[in-house]
């Protein structure tokens, strides 16, 4: 993967590399409090905007890049513990429509209050390259793939399982569930800040109310359950899938129509393969091996 | 059903069978003790200190552990792994992997499902879930611990095993309470009854005296 810019410098590969990248980044994120902590958060984009937007000002400001993208996941990890004392006196379906609210909120506000899009400078115009965007989203995928791994490992994420499957139980044997909630969303809304932030550093040109659009909700959410929810490659193998698809189709159909086709799907693995298309290879091998040996 | 005015000690070692008609408040008074409910008046004490509003996970810390009437398994997860997150957490946390493994691996030897430790918890029936809740309970590695009606829903054979295992953990000397509706069992494991009926304590005696009390008698036959 290091090597890829020193193989080929076409465009088209490296744009459909970073977005890969940056999706995995986004859903993973969304895994950590959807996947693992079972709390089906919808208002992951208000901490990728916030990300993405304290990122890019402060780094068009002049401030060195890394130094705006921490900025931006530290606030959206601070946002999160505030916002995560109410919502999470609510569950399930409450908390799913309590986030969307509050990141519906945060969208409005910056769409009324920053109208103007925000479009690079010429001087970094003229220079734009896509391989420094190419490695900055393999480091920071990188980064969130690995913490996710070392999370699945850990006595905190089995903490954060033991909320998913049963809470009233995690609570009697001593799970501090709101601590252990509260911690699982700040580190999802972190991760969540710097996918806005890598994003920001990619595009050329955006609308601030753009970044707090549902669809980056709703793109991590399906990439998550498709690819396979609350596992390491799941989210991966859905990203990949997703790109894939969104790239494929903008050739053939109009714009937005791959929305529709991974909804389709959405549904198709959600009712058939619960658990993702990561499911599906051991189901085949199974099938497969089943075919050789009848009896 | 709410509890009342109700007064109770328990000491040290002792096995306190609680029983009453259905809604006479049993399992509040669990849901209180184990932090699921806050009292609006009166206080709890364990071990001499305050407990009283605690939320369920440091009433769980401190030492009381409890189980659920209906069962509450981590569905997904192997009932080592139910195991697992109350030796991590509890009262007495073992982070190390291997060592409460090790732990967890003697309990559910002791708790009968040794066979089934790689088992997925939803795949249990219904006396192996019964076990699971007090394995996982032990695991917190409770002094005191509420068992709300293991035996219920139960065959007899089941019942006579499970009995056997809530008097074995009497006999290690942990203190327990335990809800029960099947009246055979609970005479014959506890060393104190007592009875609740509308949120309020009837009787409270060694279990040959409680079962010839009259209030008692009246509470469950009417009259």
């Known amino acids: 993967m290091v090597l890829v810019p020193l193989i080929t410098r076409r465009d088209d590969v490296l744009t459909w590399l970073c977005l890969t990248l940056q999706y995995i980044i986004l859903s993973h994120s969304w895994n950590i409090i959807g996947g693992y902590a079972g709390q089906r958060s919808l208002g992951h984009a208000a ?43 609510m569950r399930g379906i409450y908390f799913a429509i309590g986030t969307l609210v509050l990141a519906e909120i945060l969208r409005i506000i910056f769409e009324t209050t920053l109208p103007q899009a925000s479009v690079f400078p010429t001087r970094l115009l003229a220079t734009y390259n896509l391989v420094p965007r190419y490695y900055l989203s393999l480091l920071i995928a990188g980064l969130t793939v690995a ?48 996918a806005g932030g890598v994003f920001t550093y990619y595009a050329a040109a955006l609308r601030p109310g753009q970044m707090f659009e549902p669809v980056w909700t709703f793109d991590a959410v ?8 609350g596992t390491i490659s799941g989210p991966i193998i859905g990203a990949v899938f997703f790109v894939l698809l969104k790239q494929l189709l903008s050739i053939y159909l109009p714009g937005g129509i791959h929305i529709l086709v991974f909804g389709v799907l959405f549904i198709i693995v959600v009712l058939f393969l619960p658990g993702g298309l990561i499911k599906l290879m051991p189901k085949l091998r199974k099938r497969i091996s089943r075919g050789r040996h009848p009896y | 059903m709410a509890i009342r005015d109700l007064g109770l000690t328990v000491n040290e070692g002792e096995i306190v069978g609680l029983i009453g008609p259905n809604g006479s408040g049993k399992t509040t008074l669990f849901n209180l003790i184990s932090g699921f409910l806050r009292p609006e008046r009166g206080e709890i004490n364990f071990d001499k200190k305050d407990i009283t509003g605690l939320k369920p996970n440091k009433i769980c810390k401190i030492g009381i552990a409890r189980t659920f009437q209906l069962t509450k398994p981590f569905a997904h997860m192997t009932s080592l792994q139910n195991v697992m997150i109350g030796r991590a957490y509890g009262s007495d946390p ?87 509706h099947v009246m055979k069992a609970i005479l014959k494991i506890s060393s104190r009854l007592m009875v609740l009926n509308y949120g309020e304590k009837i009787a409270d005696g060694s279990p040959e005296e409680v079962v010839r009390d009259k209030k008692v008698i009246k509470a469950y036959l009417g009259k």
Not at chain 2, 98 to 119: M, N, P
Not at chain 2, 137 to 151: F, G, I, N, S, V
């Open chain 1, 222 to 229: 399906v990439i998550v359950f498709v690819g396979g929810v």
């Open chain 1, 147 to 194: 913490t996710v791994y070392w999370i699945s490992h850990s006595t905190l994420g089995l903490g954060m399982i033991s909320i998913r499957e049963e809470q009233d139980a995690a609570e009697a044997s001593g799970v501090d569930t709101l601590r252990h909630k509260l911690l699982a969303f700040a580190i999802s809304s972190f991760f969540a800040g710097l």
């Open chain 1, 47 to 89: 901490f990728f905007g916030l990300g993405a937007l304290i990122a890019r000002y402060l780094w068009l400001s002049g401030l060195p890049l890394f130094l705006g993208l921490l900025a931006g996941a530290s606030t959206a990890a601070i946002f999160a513990i505030i916002i995560g004392f109410p919502t999470f006196r």
């Open chain 2, 94 to 180: 073992v982070r190390n992997k291997r060592q409460a493994k090790k732990d967890c691996e003697r309990i559910l030897e002791f708790t009968g499902l040794a066979g089934k430790s790689h088992s997925v918890a939803a795949t249990l029936g219904l006396a192996e879930r019964k076990r699971l809740e007090i394995a996982r309970a032990l695991a917190t590695k409770p002094r005191l611990l509420l068992l709300d009606e293991m035996m219920s829903g139960l065959t007899p054979a089941e019942t006579e095993s499970t009995m056997r295992l809530v008097k074995a953990i009497g006999d290690s000397g942990m203190t327990l309470i335990v809800v029960e």
